[in-house]
């Protein structure tokens, strides 16, 4: 996944390696500090312990060495903040510990600050869990990701994605960004855009899909045949590449209704590949044919704008490939 913003920076905040590229050291560069242990003399938590008792670093350099596992008392690696400490411990700080940072499963983060959480998702995975459901989800393993540096720590819902649906998600790291988000949301994003892998040769270059959607009580999703019944919701899309028998398009929205790319997809007689659901009869692709590409936005708390892309599944390219011409 790329940002426009700054794609280098992205990339670099995308790797979860600490090692150099092809394993290779630069000896020119300082050598970790040593390992070094300190007596607690009086009652204490832990953060502030290491902020009066390590020098030459600022605060979020020591709770980044805290969240990475690289404080110890009396033996045991601990990351909480707020750790009590009694007189009689002894507090060991070593940063040529190797870092440890759990794998998240069809999840990579690739933007994180104090506010936000932007990641790429991929198929099959759910964004949230019902009720009912109590399955590995974005959100709770997002949860345990922000909790190690503090366990009060908690992540919000801005938007979701279906769970076969890929690609770019955004989650709040407080409340109140949560609710400036969604209170702003028509203002705040600026462009949201999917790729459609849908069946059959989309013979029109561009178009644009309008009806009011309404949900059936199994939940299904449909266009009302009368105006003004239901939900209005507004697609666009463009023909980026097709073959006779698989299309694949740029789809951006004008509304966020539930399953309204699939709705409108069926509605033109091109439903998404994989979509049994909305009258698919395909199988071969293995997945939901919808990915969502592009995410931008203006940062709730600095004002910037913020871009982020994501390549479109190779799967899609491979479907929708041109016939080879003698």
């Not at 009912?132 to 909790?147: D, F, G, I, K, P």
């Amino acid at each position: 996944m790329n940002s426009r913003r700054n794609p280098k920076e992205t990339a670099k905040r995308g790797t979860r390696s600490h090692s150099k590229p092809n394993g290779k050291l630069n000896h020119k560069a300082k050598a970790p500090a040593a390992t070094k242990s300190f007596k607690v003399n009086e009652p204490s938590e832990l953060l502030p312990f290491l902020l009066s008792h390590i020098t030459g670093r600022g605060r979020n350099a020591i709770k980044s060495i805290l969240s990475r596992g690289q404080v110890a008392v009396n033996g045991k690696a601990v990351t909480q903040h707020n750790f009590q400490l009694h007189p009689g411990q002894t507090v060991t700080i070593d940063q040529e510990k190797p870092v440890q940072v759990a794998e998240m499963i069809g999840l990579t983060i690739v933007h994180e600050d104090d506010d936000l959480i932007i990641v790429q998702k991929d198929a099959g995975l759910l964004s949230i869990a019902t009720a009912e459901e109590n399955e590995l989800t974005a959100y709770r393993q997002l949860m345990e990701h922000v909790r190690v540096s503090n366990p009060k720590n908690r992540i919000f819902v801005v938007h979701r994605l279906d769970r076969d649906t890929s690609g770019v998600m955004m989650f709040a790291k407080s409340e109140r960004i949560q609710q400036a988000l969604q209170t702003t949301w028509k203002d705040t994003v600026k462009e949201r855009s999917y790729v459609a892998l849908v069946e059959g040769a989309v013979k029109r270059p561009e178009g644009t899909v309008s009806s009011w959607l309404k949900e059936t009580s199994t939940l299904k999703m449909y266009s009302s045949p009368h105006e003004g019944d239901g939900m209005h919701a507004i697609t666009h899309y463009k023909l980026l590449q097709a073959n006779r028998h698989f299309s694949l398009l740029e789809v951006k929205l004008e509304t966020g209704r539930k399953n309204q790319i699939r709705v409108h997809m069926a509605d033109i007689g091109h439903p998404i590949a994989g979509d049994k659901k909305y009258g698919a009869e395909t199988k071969t692709v293995g997945r939901l044919g919808l990915h969502a590409r592009v995410l931008s936005f203006i940062h709730p708390t600095t004002g910037e704008l913020m871009t982020f892309e994501s390549p479109i599944p190779k799967t899609f390219l491979k479907y929708t490939a041109p016939a080879p011409t003698n």
